[in-house]
């Protein structure tokens, strides 16, 4: 039997449920009325025990006369019997009853053991259901067909009177119509209720999901303690609501596994974010119950995407520990093998899944150190392996979607929560502040990795991630090296073949196909590219009191550029940017000309121009204007393309992705394939995630047998 038949549940007259057991056998044992043994009252009980004290203590007389005068005893056996046998019936009667007393005594505990299996219904129980339900008592040979006075009868005690004994029915009948999608097997238990109709079973479902949740609170109430919320388990009546609350939180479970309509998953899940705290009571269905909102992480619709993190996030922030540890290492491994793919169609769920791994590490920022510095060091072992192996097959373990987004998850990551002076900073972001140069080696080493003309669009994906560092940390990293390195490449100096190829979008691409290299238009799109990059990069320092000589090498590389440069659109852009840098620096000089300090005073140099609005930098004006424009162009496109193509699922790309069925991407060569991803860890953490793997199970297992024991 399930455990919720152990459950005790109260009248519907609000008497307390949590009674003592000398209560529940007196109402459960069956004592005869006629019988002539009846229990006697207090009083009578005090009488009888001062006459056996009196019968005790002339008994012990009767012996001292025996001793001292055996004649006179004598006398009294022959002539006065009954003197001697003074008491006996009375002790013949206490024997008896004794006897009798044991009898029942014995009967009232097979009684109630047989109420707790659910075998016998509690004293008075099955009147009170004839009346609450009025039909049941017909088919009581068999599984009770749910009717709509049923339902609003339950309904009315559950919402007024908070029964615990309508929420025991309502999850009988819930249970039974999760039961009818499962498939027929042996041990397949008998249900108390049956769905007649679709339209009873979804009012049945909506009933459990929207009503039993206020019933559970109001029996297990918490109080806050310090800002701090505790689970339902520390409520007073827990251990006779928990098995029913067991019970429900299972078949939920179940029923997420069976709900194929995007709207009743979508109304189950805003509904069960109140259910957080009662999962986070029983460990195994919570573990289960979080495997199912990662899984529906990644789903079709937006709105489901969004509830389940919010319940993700819920679950978290009521049991930190280790439900927290739980959300970001799942979180993490979901994201990581739902971007191997990257393209227009998922770009905005990636996106999406990116800010919600920021939210959750910001519940706990110290655990996102822990798992910061494991997860970087595994980033760091693959490329130091692709380094020292130098081989297609280590090259690919860097070079694809799945390795670009995990650095771009922690750049955002540490971007949000390492800037100064915000509040993401002072709620704990200094923490994260030590795997900022980590990370950073980790970008610029994939970027000099394999410095081929056909991966400069990786190197761009690289030098975003750290411009949105430098913008948003306002740590210093000499980026304008790596790009300038570009100009000298053959893929810039040489003569480009005239091309009518669509220019390549360099946002959505690690590697450019085979027909693009050498033409107009990627070397276009390459100066292109790297005008922009640099104009942001240098908006970073655009009111900085040493930007005049940051500028200089870009200067000089940029006016030796065009002179040697024939590509009219290229020199042109490369000009503009130097005018917006000339402009810039003679606007800074004349800002510090009227400076009254030293470089050694360090406070006022980083307090220069605070006081001045940024848009009176010529670059910084530029710079806005160009992003903007950026941001439009990107808008249009993602409008295009929904309209062009219907959108799938960042999980569907994933699994097509693996093995030798891949679709073949019209722009690719024949290394175009991105490889498997790379292994999440690295070599000197396998030992111990195998012993947390193999607790992780043992756990389980112990937790079957407990749940084994208790049906």
């Known amino acids: 039997m399930d455990e919720v038949e152990d459950l005790d549940l109260e009248d519907e007259d609000g008497e307390d449920e949590g009674g003592d057991d000398g209560d529940a056998i007196k109402d459960t044992s069956d004592i005869d009325e006629d019988s002539d043994n009846e229990q006697d009252p207090p009083q009578k009980k005090a009488t009888k025990k001062h006459l056996r004290d009196e019968i005790s203590e002339h008994k012990k007389q009767l012996d001292q006369v025996m001793q001292k005068d055996p004649v006179f005893y004598k006398y009294l056996m022959e002539n006065d019997q009954d003197l001697l046998n003074f008491g006996g019936d009375e002790d013949r009667e206490e024997e008896e009853e004794d006897d009798e007393d044991e009898e029942d005594d014995a009967d009232e505990v097979e009684d109630l053991q047989k109420i707790m299996k659910g075998e016998q219904p509690i004293s008075g129980e099955e009147e009170d259901d004839a009346e609450d339900d009025g039909e049941e008592a017909d088919h009581s040979g068999g599984p009770i067909p749910v009717t709509s006075q049923m339902l609003s009868a339950w309904k009315n005690a559950l919402v007024n009177q908070h029964s615990l004994r309508s929420a025991k029915k309502v999850v009988f009948a819930f249970r039974a119509v999760v039961a009818e999608g499962e498939t027929e097997s042996e041990d397949q238990e008998v249900q108390h209720y049956v769905a007649g109709s679709e339209k009873i079973a979804n009012a049945i479902t909506i009933l459990a999901v929207k009503h039993l949740v206020p019933v559970f609170d109001h029996h297990l109430p918490v109080k806050v303690n310090k800002g701090k919320t505790p689970l339902p388990s520390s409520a007073t009546k827990w251990k006779n609501v928990s098995p029913l609350v067991k019970s429900y939180l299972k078949t939920l479970l179940k029923m997420l596994t069976q709900v194929s309509d995007e709207g009743m998953l979508r109304y189950v899940m805003r509904e069960s974010e109140k259910l957080a705290v009662y999962f986070a009571c029983f460990p195994k269905q919570a573990k289960e119950f979080l495997k199912h909102l990662l899984k529906l992480w990644t789903s079709t619709t937006p709105e489901t995407r969004i509830t389940s993190f919010l319940t993700l996030r819920r679950l978290a922030i009521a049991c930190p520990n280790p439900y927290l540890d739980y959300a970001i290492k799942g979180a993490y491994q979901t994201f990581a093998s739902s971007s191997r793919t990257t393209n227009l169609h998922t770009w905005s769920s990636i996106s999406f899944m990116s800010n919600c791994f920021v939210e959750l590490v910001g519940i706990d920022v110290a655990a996102g150190y822990r798992f910061g510095f494991v997860y970087l060091r595994s980033l760091a072992s693959v490329l130091r392996n692709a380094i020292t192996m130098k081989s297609k097959e280590s090259f690919k373990q860097v070079y694809n979607w799945q390795f670009i987004n995990s650095m771009r998850l922690w750049t955002r990551v540490l971007s949000n929560f ?212 950026r941001e439009a162009q990107m808008a249009e496109l993602q409008k295009q393309s929904d309209a062009a193509a219907p959108i799938k699922t960042v999980q569907s790309l994933s699994k097509g992705s693996k093995g030798k069925g891949k679709a073949a991407d019209p722009e690719s060569d024949d290394e175009d394939d991105d490889g498997t991803g790379f292994h999440i860890g690295d070599d000197d953490d396998e030992e111990a995630e195998s012993e947390e793997e193999l607790e992780f199970e043992e756990e389980e297992e112990g937790e079957e047998e407990e749940e084994e024991e208790e049906e």
């Open 418 to 629: 390492c800037e100064p002076g915000s509040s993401a900073e002072s709620a704990g972001g200094k923490t994260l502040k030590p795997l900022i140069y980590p990370l950073v080696q980790i970008i610029v080493g994939t970027m000099r990795l394999k410095p081929s003309s056909k991966y400069f669009p990786l190197r761009f994906q690289c030098s975003r991630m750290i411009i949105e560092l430098c913008k948003k940390t306002k740590v210093f990293v000499p980026l304008a090296s790596h790009l300038f390195e570009l100009f000298d490449t053959v893929e810039l100096r040489g003569n480009p073949k005239p091309s009518t190829l669509k220019p390549l979008n360099f946002v959505l691409n690690i590697k450019a196909p085979a027909q693009y290299l050498g033409t107009r238009t990627y070397q276009t799109g390459i100066v292109e590219e790297v005008v922009g990059l640099l104009m942001e990069y240098y908006d970073c320092y655009a009111l900085s009191i040493g930007f005049p000589e940051l500028v200089v090498p870009a200067v000089v590389q940029f006016r030796r550029w065009i002179k040697k440069s024939k590509n009219v659109s290229a020199n042109k852009l490369i000009q503009g940017l130097l005018e917006s840098l000339e402009q810039n620096a003679k606007f800074i000089e004349g800002k510090r000309a009227g400076a009254d300090f030293a470089p050694k005073d360090e406070a006022k140099v980083a307090a220069f121009l605070n006081d001045v609005n940024e848009t009176q930098s010529p670059l910084r004006r530029h710079a806005i204007a160009r992003r903007k424009m």
